[in-house]
């Protein structure tokens, strides 16, 4: 809802509402003994709100889950601009008749005007910078520094209104409470986000799942993995053969177990190859996350079916172990692909679900099964998803295993009538350098670091920066947490995904560099 223009409209309308209000009382000449007074109050009642509403969608935006809110921000932080404007004026034009002199007077004498002054200064910047062509004028960082402004002026428009009232300080105190909670929340995320982002893990466990499958166990030094949410992945960087390798794997474990966290591995590249094979208890490495979108919520997920092809499965029994503590009264059914019937991950942990959870059903389709095998040959085809699950107009579809699996079932889901919003899909690929014979020669510059150079097509923005010595934040490498956003000023690039931008910095000109690749001549703010 927070996407659509009808929405954004009426939030518009609502703000402007005391506006109308004032406007209404005048005309029917009820603004008290003193209008003026009553005017200026009201406006700086209202300017102070804003600027209230206006800091509050970041911790609204983590508490919520509720990243669209973002896009609300810079109405607000208008609005208060706006509504202080309309205090100052009344102040200037109707208090004072537009006498320079007389208000320099009482900006110099008087400290509840030279506050509230300051913070009608400050606030100035801050409208005028708050159009996209700013940000790319001054630069991000630039901007953002420029931006945390709106902090002092929330501390001086509350000082301004303690100073201007001679008794009666419940408001003030009131505002100045809700601002210290607000700015209070600010320290706490960064310094949550930064403790909770990244750990320092030991395997203690590592259980064989299938000949080339293991899952390894870690401690969690805090006794819980903070925010995560069934389903998610961590991102790892391994050290082999002398080199820092990031990997992300999805957490197969459930996010309510106390005391450590799973993942498991398929031998698939280098560093799968090591874990298979060569980890033992003792390795430690370093994590970061719980990321990505893909992930089951009780409160909006009643009806699923999961669709899982290979070690696909890993999340999808995250899922599984989720539900059967938190929400075991959901419907709950299962296509799980696979080569040969040895290659079932989990095996014995499905079949003891299926037991546990009424609501639990799962079928396993093996592409090259053994003689013995007894159940559906093949691929999961539409023939076999219509058996299974008849009508999709209700349910919630969650797709993970290898790109070819998961684009054949989509299709199958769609044709049979299912919507896109219906389907989603966990996408796990290292982006790096990808093979073309179509690719060419880019000219990239980044901006900040003054560089200017040349890149193939072929390979992920964040890869060039780092080849070049130009850091540019990053985290799960897979185009899902969003930390490598990055403004691109000119030129196109093209992303592999894009679930961790948020639509409002998608609008602005942000791109995942991890998972985005020049289509010409870029320009970027890094």
């Known amino acids: 809802m927070l996407r659509k223009r009808w929405f954004g409209i009426l939030v518009f309308v609502v703000c402007f509402a005391p506006v109308l209000w004032v406007a209404w009382r005048a005309g029917q000449g009820d603004l008290t003994a003193n209008p003026v007074e009553y005017i200026t109050h009201f406006t700086g009642d209202w300017a102070i709100r804003f600027i209230a509403f206006t800091l509050a969608i970041t911790p609204l935006r983590r508490l919520l889950r509720l990243p669209d809110l973002v896009s609300y921000r810079r109405m607000l932080g208008l609005y208060a601009f706006f509504y202080a404007s309309m205090h100052f004026l009344t102040w200037f034009w109707l208090d004072k008749n537009l006498d320079f002199s007389e208000m320099l007077q009482d900006v110099v004498k008087r400290r509840f005007i030279l506050a509230g002054f300051t913070a009608f200064v400050l606030m100035l910047p801050l409208a005028l910078t708050s159009t996209g062509g700013w940000i790319r004028r001054l630069g991000l960082l630039r901007w953002q520094r420029l931006h945390r402004l709106v902090y002092i ?4 428009a509350v000082v301004h209104y303690y100073w201007l009232v001679k008794s009666d300080i419940r408001w003030p105190v009131f505002y100045g409470v809700v601002m210290l909670v607000l700015l209070g929340s600010r320290l ?3 310094r949550s986000k930064t403790a ?6 030991t395997v203690s466990g590592i259980e064989r799942q299938t000949p080339d499958t293991v899952t390894l166990r870690f401690p969690l030094p805090g006794g819980k993995l903070s925010g995560a949410r069934p389903g998610q992945f961590l991102t790892f960087d391994w050290m082999v053969g002398g080199k820092t390798l990031p990997r992300s794997y999805s957490i197969s474990s459930s996010p309510l177990e106390s005391g450590y966290v799973e993942v498991t591995v398929k031998q698939q590249g280098v560093v799968s190859t090591f874990l298979n094979q060569e980890a033992k208890q003792g390795l430690t490495v370093v994590a970061r996350g719980p990321y990505g979108q893909f992930y089951f919520d009780e409160k909006q997920h009643k009806n699923i079916v999961l669709l899982a092809g290979g070690s696909g499965v890993t999340p999808i029994m ?11 009264e959901t419907e709950i059914a299962m296509l799980y692909g696979v080569r040969t019937e040895n290659d079932v991950v989990f095996k014995a942990d499905l079949d003891d679900l299926q037991k546990r959870l009424p609501r639990f059903r799962y079928v396993v389709v093996a592409s090259k099964p053994g003689l013995e095998w007894q159940g559906p040959n093949g691929h999961v085809n539409r023939q076999l998803v219509e058996q299974q699950l008849g009508d999709v107009s209700r349910q919630t579809f969650f797709l993970c295993g290898p790109p070819p699996f998961m684009v054949s079932v989509k299709e199958i889901l769609l044709s049979l009538g299912a919507r896109p919003d219906q389907i989603r899909q966990e996408r796990f690929a ?9 690719a060419f020669t880019c000219a990239v510059e980044f901006t900040k670091s003054e560089v200017k150079l040349e890149c193939s097509s072929s390979e992920t923005l964040l890869s060039v920066a780092e080849k070049h010595g130009i850091t540019i934040p990053y985290s799960c490498r897979v185009g899902q947490c969003g930390t490598c956003a990055t403004r691109v000023l000119d030129g196109e690039v093209e992303m592999e995904n894009e679930e961790g931008l948020e639509p409002a910095l998608k609008a602005q000109g942000y791109r995942l560099l991890c998972v985005g690749r020049a289509k010409g001549p870029v320009s970027l703010v890094a």
């Open 153 to 156: 002026t929330a501390i001086a």
């Open 188 to 190: 706490v995320g960064l």
């Open 196 to 201: 909770d982002n990244t750990l320092r893990l």
């Open 318 to 328: 995250s899922m599984l172990r989720y539900i059967e503590k938190a929400a075991p």
């Open 430 to 438: 290292l982006a790096g350098t990808t093979s073309s014979s179509t």
